[in-house]
Structures are given as structure tokens and as C-alpha cells.
């Protein structure tokens, strides 16, 4: 039976205009960033996602002496990998030549549409990746000797960052707990550790130093985050190191990061250097600067709003449109076992 031209259906996201946040009322993090001293030149390493490439645009795309040669470990060649249906939220992907544009990366700039324009001296090729620190089998290799080791998937994930807008991407990849199952964290290991690179003459927003509005502490690069040890062994955790069937671009983390779909887009590190499990709990770059906007958990949450703006809704980055935020992103039925006990 059909639905009579007379009544309007809503779907299950949508949400009346006097309940959406004014853009104005949340701000962003680049007035926050400012009054801590930063100028827009830049510093600070978030870790949001962005997506992909696009083969006629030389912004958006490696530099062809960075690119990984024909028949490598991480060679377009090895993309799109078979793509894993489980996980897939069921929307639209994101336009991928915007999300393309729309990318934190603070090593670079504090300017979501200039990433892109400032990442050509960065090498990605070769990358030596260490993972270590309490555990068995230690590896240090390179990034694409990594990717031959554990082999690729694609994955369709919801991203949502902190400032309350949000993609779904194609993210290639292969999940966490493989790599850690083949190191084998010691008992006493509860948490996992990240850093990035700290090349200031290749990243010109690593040139500058930020200073806490807190306590007056220089926190220096590079960039760091961690995750508890069930969180980083937990299915949906990833590895990326493709985005839209193609290897990562400079501009997302190339060429390896973290992506973890729960949670609040800058625990998602970028081109990783060193991954080490550890005892007691890590800082994260962004909690040590602002702990009381950035804790270490970081869960989705519409119903927490961070101290400057509602978490309620998000902003699709490619249409605009306001959506209800979902607890975990939606992702709960993977992840809410984990904070039950809380």
C-alpha cells in the first residue's frame, strides 16, 4: 500500500531546525588553537580522517616520487582490495574529491582546504614502522614489507570528528589485532601507544612549538595517542592504508594509520612511526592540552556535549545536511560491551 501524498515521513535521522546547534554556536578548534597562541601557520597534531584521491587533480594525489613503485607491498596495483560488507553503515559514501579537500592535519596547518596544497615534500617512501615495547615478538620493518605481511580489506566506515562534522569512507586496510596477535602483547601490556613523525623540515606547521592555556607547558611534536587494550583488539579497529581504492594520500596519514570508527576522529593517528604496548595508561596529545575537552576515552556521544558546542547533530561535509549524532557512532553493538562496566 502506498504512502499518501499528504503526510511526510521522516527518516530515523532526522531532526527539527530549532533542535540543530548554529554552525556559529560551536565555533571550531582554530579559534581554540588560536587563543592557546597558535597562529594558523599551525602546529598541533589532530588525527582526522579525510578521503581520497583524485586522479586528475595533482592536489589531491602523492607526488610521483612519493608514490610506492608498480609490484611494491603498497602499489596501486594492490587496490581496490575485496571489500568486507559487516561493517558498512548502509549510507552514501561521501563525495571523495571533497572529503579529498576537508582534512585536520596540524602538522601541515591549522586550515582544513590547505592540507592538501602543503604536503608535497612529505616522503612516505621509504617508511620504517617499529612495533614493540612490551611484547614477544618486537618487529621493526618497513611500512610495505608490513602491508605484504598482513594483507589488505576494504572497509565503508562512518567518521565523525570532534567538531561535529562527519563522512563515510572506504578505508583500505587490515584490522589492528592481526598485527598485534603476531607480536604478542605480554599480560602485563593493557594499553597500546601510537606516535608519528616528527619532521619539521617536510610539515611546516611542525616548525612552531604550542603553548598550554592551562599551564603554560610547551607540549612539543610528535604527535601521540593510545588505546586501551581491548579497544585496540576489538574487530573494528583498522589499520588504513588506502582510502577509496587507492593508497593513502598524503593529506589522510599516508601511508599508514589508525582508524577507530567509535570514536571521535583524533584518536585516529595518522602516518604512524611506532606503535608500543605498554603498562600504565598513556597520555594523548590532545588530553595533555586540554584535558577537559579532549579526554582519553573519547566515545561518541550525542548525549555529552563537549564544553564549546553540542554533540547532538553532525554536518555531513559533502551535502550539508544535519544528522543525529549516534551513540558510538553507531557502532555500539561492536563496542558498548566494552563500557558496560562503567
Request: a positive charge; one cysteine or more.
Amino acid at each position: 500500500m502506498g504512502v499518501p501524498n499528504n503526510i511526510n515521513c521522516r527518516p530515523g535521522w532526522f531532526l527539527p531546525d530549532r533542535l540543530v546547534t548554529p554552525e556559529a554556536a560551536f565555533l571550531n578548534r582554530r579559534r581554540f588553537l588560536r587563543q592557546m597562541g597558535m597562529t594558523s601557520a599551525g602546529l598541533l597534531a589532530s588525527t582526522m580522517a579525510g578521503c581520497s584521491r583524485s586522479d586528475s587533480d595533482p592536489e589531491l594525489t602523492n607526488t610521483p616520487t612519493n608514490l610506492p613503485a608498480a609490484g611494491s607491498a603498497n602499489s596501486p596495483a594492490k587496490y581496490p582490495a575485496p571489500r568486507i560488507a559487516e561493517f558498512n553503515p548502509g549510507w552514501p559514501l561521501t563525495e571523495a574529491k571533497v572529503a579529498a579537500k576537508y582534512n585536520n592535519f596540524y602538522e601541515f596547518t591549522l586550515e582544513k582546504d590547505e592540507v592538501h596544497k602543503l604536503v608535497n615534500r612529505f616522503v612516505i617512501s621509504p617508511w620504517p614502522i617499529a612495533i614493540g615495547g612490551l611484547v614477544e615478538k618486537p618487529m621493526a620493518l618497513d611500512v610495505q614489507e608490513l602491508i605484504e605481511m598482513m594483507g589488505l580489506e576494504e572497509r565503508v566506515y562512518r567518521f565523525r570528528c570532534v567538531e561535529a562534522w562527519a563522512m563515510i569512507v572506504p578505508w583500505t586496510g587490515f584490522p589492528l589485532r592481526k598485527l598485534l596477535e603476531k607480536v604478542q602483547p605480554k599480560s602485563e601490556a593493557r594499553f597500546v601507544r601510537f606516535e608519528t613523525f616528527n619532521r619539521p623540515d617536510q610539515a611546516p606547521g611542525m616548525k612552531e612549538r604550542m603553548h598550554s592555556a592551562e599551564d603554560g607547558k610547551v607540549v612539543p611534536w610528535p604527535y601521540f595517542e593510545g588505546l586501551r587494550m581491548d579497544e585496540a583488539m576489538n574487530p573494528l579497529t583498522l589499520v588504513a592504508t588506502g582510502l577509496y581504492g587507492k593508497p593513502l594520500p598524503k593529506q589522510h596519514g599516508a601511508p599508514i594509520r589508525i582508524v577507530v570508527p567509535w570514536k571521535y576522529g583524533y584518536k585516529s593517528i595518522k602516518s604512524i612511526v611506532k606503535i608500543d604496548c605498554v603498562a600504565p595508561s598513556p597520555s594523548s596529545f590532545w588530553e595533555r592540552i586540554a584535558p577537559r575537552e579532549y579526554p582519553f576515552e573519547s566515545n561518541v556521544n550525542p548525549n555529552v556535549p563537549h564544553p564549546r558546542w553540542s554533540q547532538a547533530t553532525e554536518r555531513m561535509i559533502d551535502t550539508g545536511r544535519r544528522e543525529k549524532t549516534q551513540l558510538f557512532n553507531g557502532y555500539g553493538q561492536y563496542v558498548a560491551q566494552l563500557y558496560s562496566a562503567k
